[in-house]
């Protein structure tokens, strides 16, 4: 039925003000009314009590019926003129009856001149026991309804007669008629002003949700450079912000994306060119037969490194599509540095290295996954065997507190400068040093490390001084609360 959010949001919004302002319209005539009815009919008790004590005050005694006063009720030209005057003020026809209801005097209207010792009332004088007040046509009397109130004329508590003050209704009806218009023009003038400031609401209101769908549809179509407004502090603006942030994230990943692409594809490139190269060269006779067994080496090293990066790439894959189960199992640390540095053995003697720190380490268990923490420890000491300057010296140190276990490796060398700290457990990230004494690396062994450690629910940090040493030092929980299953 809505084709948006702003047409959506505008017919309701507008539904709400106009059947408020109807509301409000019919509340208004209804109080108006009742208000204008009320004033008529205090307006002619009033003036008909008024009427009735003047009346009762000019009576002329008649005689005695009984030993009791009779009196006769007579206007004189004063007393018709001010009854006259009453009527005229009060919009109102004035009917003087004697007690049986008969219409004597009239007032205020020629045409009731007709009524005078004509028309009798007696079907309506005795609901006059003090005050009546109608709303109708007074017993047949009137064609059209009349405001009617009256009071008897008593005088020493004998009912002289009775006073009627009649008025008509239509007049009422074109002052409420009157009244109504003055009060729907002032509405109208509102409703089109409510109308104008809802449309502008929702204009502002709905200005940010197109600008969120417009950098939707952008980001779905991989430009990640667009930025919502963001104004207050309210849920939309939350979204905003919200929606801007992502587009941070999508950013950095698409960033991290087409770098990694591009540093694999390096990796892979470089050593299948290698490899086709000395092929090449063997098949075609370039490589002379007493130097092929040394390229043949070559190209078995450059396999080898082939097949650690995929190897690598697998472990990645696996940790960041969550595939990568948790084994977990109660491990000897110490058992597993000694154990890499056995089978490092060679190497180590080769730099002519010096270990020391084991002799003072305690058999040291966590709980966590054996090949995961195996090829931590693997890579670290790696790290540590391959850029310890000749002669020179690794320090392990293992250690137990409030429930951690610490593993400090620190080995003398250059170090690694300072500005390239921040990124040295990134993807594929090898630095100028690195790729000087590391040739087969592939700059995934400490991103590997780091993430490891992060999904045993451990820590990692990095200190280094250069001329001087690199120490990397990293704590795991020792009991198996809290391991993440997956990663």
Request: charged share 25%.
């Given at each position: 039925m809505y084709k948006s959010v702003f047409s959506k949001y505008l017919s309701i919004i507008s539904l709400v003000v106009v059947v408020g302002f109807?509301?409000?319209?019919?509340?208004?005539?209804?109080?108006?009314?009742?208000?204008?009815?009320e004033d008529k009919r205090v307006l002619l008790m009033e003036n008909v009590e008024n009427i009735a004590e003047y009346t009762s005050a000019s009576?002329?005694?008649?005689?005695?019926?009984?030993?009791?006063?009779v009196y006769n009720i007579e206007y004189d030209e004063e007393g018709a003129r001010i009854m006259a005057s009453v009527a005229e003020a009060i919009d109102a026809t004035v009917l003087i009856t004697d007690g049986t209801g008969k219409v004597l005097w009239t007032a205020g209207s020629r045409e009731a001149q007709k009524f005078v010792n004509t028309i009798s009332?007696?079907?309506?004088?005795?609901?006059?026991?003090?005050?009546?007040?109608?709303?109708?046509?007074?017993?047949?009397?009137?064609?059209?309804?009349?405001?009617?109130?009256?009071?008897?004329?008593?005088?020493e508590d004998k009912v002289l007669g009775y006073v009627f003050a009649s008025a008509p209704a239509n007049a009422f009806a074109q002052t409420i008629q009157s009244n109504l218009r003055i009060y729907l023009y002032s509405v109208l003038g509102a409703l089109v002003l409510s109308l104008a400031f809802v449309w502008m609401m929702t204009e502002r209101f709905v200005r940010p949700l197109r600008q969120m769908a417009a950098a939707s549809h952008s980001?779905?179509?991989?430009?990640?450079?667009?930025?919502?407004?963001?104004?207050?502090?309210?849920?939309?603006?939350?979204?905003?912000?919200?929606l801007n942030n992502m587009a941070v994230s999508l950013s950095s990943v698409e960033m991290m994306r087409r770098s990694f692409i591009a540093n694999v594809s390096h990796e892979l490139k470089t050593p299948m060119t290698t490899i086709a190269g000395f092929i090449d060269g063997i098949l075609d006779g370039t490589i002379p037969p007493e130097k092929q067994d040394h390229y043949m080496k070559i190209v078995s090293d450059e396999v080898k490194r082939l097949s650690r990066?995929?190897?690598?790439?697998?472990?990645?894959?696996?940790?960041?599509?969550?595939?990568?189960?948790?084994?977990?199992?109660?491990?000897?640390?110490?058992?597993?540095?000694?154990?890499?540095?056995?089978?490092?053995?060679?190497?180590?003697?080769?730099?002519?290295?010096?270990?020391?720190?084991l002799e003072e380490c305690e058999r040291q268990e966590i709980y966590g996954d054996y090949d995961l923490i195996n090829q931590v420890l693997y890579n670290l000491l790696d790290n540590a065997i391959k850029f310890t300057n000749e002669g020179g010296n690794i320090d392990i140190r293992l250690s137990r507190e409030q429930g951690k276990v610490q593993v400090t490796i620190r080995n003398s060398g250059d170090g690694i400068p300072a500005e390239e700290m921040?990124?040295?457990?990134?993807?594929?990230?090898?630095?100028?040093?690195?790729?000087?004494?590391?040739?087969?690396?592939?700059?995934?062994?400490?991103?590997?490390?780091?993430t490891v450690?992060?999904?045993?629910?451990?820590?990692?940090?990095?200190?280094?001084?250069?001329?001087?040493?690199?120490e990397f030092c990293f704590w795991l929980p020792e009991s198996a609360n809290g391991l993440t299953k997956k990663a």
């Open positions: 109807l509301a409000m319209t019919v509340f208004q005539v209804v109080l108006t009314a009742n208000t204008l009815a009576a002329n005694l008649r005689g005695y019926h009984e030993g009791l006063p009332l007696k079907n309506l004088i005795h609901k006059v026991d003090d005050d009546f007040y109608e709303i109708g046509y007074l017993g047949g009397l009137y064609e059209d309804r009349h405001y009617t109130a009256a009071v008897p004329i008593t005088k980001f779905a179509q991989g430009d990640f450079s667009a930025r919502v407004k963001v104004k207050g502090k309210d849920e939309v603006a939350q979204l905003g912000e919200a990066l995929v190897r690598s790439m697998l472990d990645l894959s696996r940790i960041d599509s969550g595939e990568l189960k948790m084994n977990t199992v109660k491990i000897n640390l110490t058992e597993i540095v000694g154990s890499v540095l056995v089978a490092s053995e060679q190497r180590i003697e080769q730099k002519r290295l010096t270990i020391t720190g921040p990124r040295i457990f990134e993807r594929f990230y090898k630095s100028d040093r690195s790729r000087s004494l590391d040739k087969n690396g592939v700059g995934l062994g400490l991103y590997i490390v780091h450690i992060r999904l045993h629910g451990g820590e990692i940090a990095v200190r280094s001084k250069q001329g001087e040493y690199t």
